[in-house]
């Protein structure tokens, strides 16, 4: 599992690579590709996927029974990550150097992404015989935003912070070019014709990819641990399961860490259609889709804060949640996680159920906590949620530190859910 893990992290620096890396999987597992634009049909016990936007994918094995009486059990988790985004077009040359801006996407941390190798990825749109084709590029060069020297910025250990728009520019290359050098790296890579490329979305990302360390080795040190170690456990989970009663149903929602408004995130009706096109799809009617959804259960899973040993007072002292202590339910009382008392029991029974520990976090109540796509599902399907995440540290690091136990456990609990037919 460590290797699969990995690979998964190191092969996805983009939402789009990472939707490509699930497709693959569902691919070997016999799921069938089904276009949003066609009239479905589904068979009985059959496996299913949709994508919407290159950056967004669902996949669920059908009911062998009827969707009105059984309901769906659902898992979602989020495949996009903070970074950086370059401003496609803003290449210049400044002081013998060409430099790009960047645009901050979400909320990392940004003094992690200084003065480390980086490369390039995302996805271009091209022109061809065929109409606008997108294509998704890792590009080979590895790049840098330089930190300025302490004896320039002599308050950098103390009040100093980064300037989006004047101080996070990637260089390059340090030499001259003469047009665009991202068209050209596309092109040279690619064997594509510059002329063709019309648009692009491209993301920085570290160069050097994740690893495992620790005495035992169990520690992984990565980038977008937040949330693509949640992606992996349900994409494992539902390509392990087998069709029964219920629809099993495993969502990767873009654009979390932006609020989640737009078509391919999960506050959208996005979610509702999918859940209705099924119900449609076993010739049942609307009536069997709000009867289904009042008998469904959703995991959203996304990380969680481990108690921190340098910081110990930023988590409440009764919820300290540890690497390694098992997945994470997650509490608020304003509901910024979906979890009720019964979601959160029913989530204690599946671990119990797959023998697998968990563990509890209420933020301090000083502390205003994140949120997921836990209770904008929640709402807009009725589905009853539970929010639940691995422990971590560094939430939004460019290197983050989880414990592959966890990722275990996480992966046998979210089996119990879609193998349980209560709830
Ligand atoms: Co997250």
Redesign the pocket.
Known sequence: MKNMLLDFLNNSPTPFHAVEEIEKELKNSSFIYLNEKDKWILEKGGKYYIKRGDSSIVAWINTTHSVGESGFKLAGA?TDSPSLKIKWGSESLQNGCIKATTEVYGGPIISTWLDRALKIAGKVVLESENGLETKNVKLKTKVVIPNLAIHLNRDVNENFSYNTQNHLSVILSTKPFEGSILKKWISDEYGINSESIIDAELFLYDAEGGAFIGDDENTVLSSRL??LESCHAILKAITSSEASKKVKVALFFDN??IGSETRVGANSQYLPMILQRITFGNGEDIEAFYRATSKSVMISA??AHAVHPNFADKHDPKFQPLLGGGPVIKYSASFRYATTSETASYFISICKKASVPCQKIVNRSDIRSGS?IGPMSSALSGVATVDIGNPMWGMHSIMETANIKDHEYLIEALKIHFTDNNY
């Open positions: 989020h937040d949330n979390e860490e996304d990380m997921t």
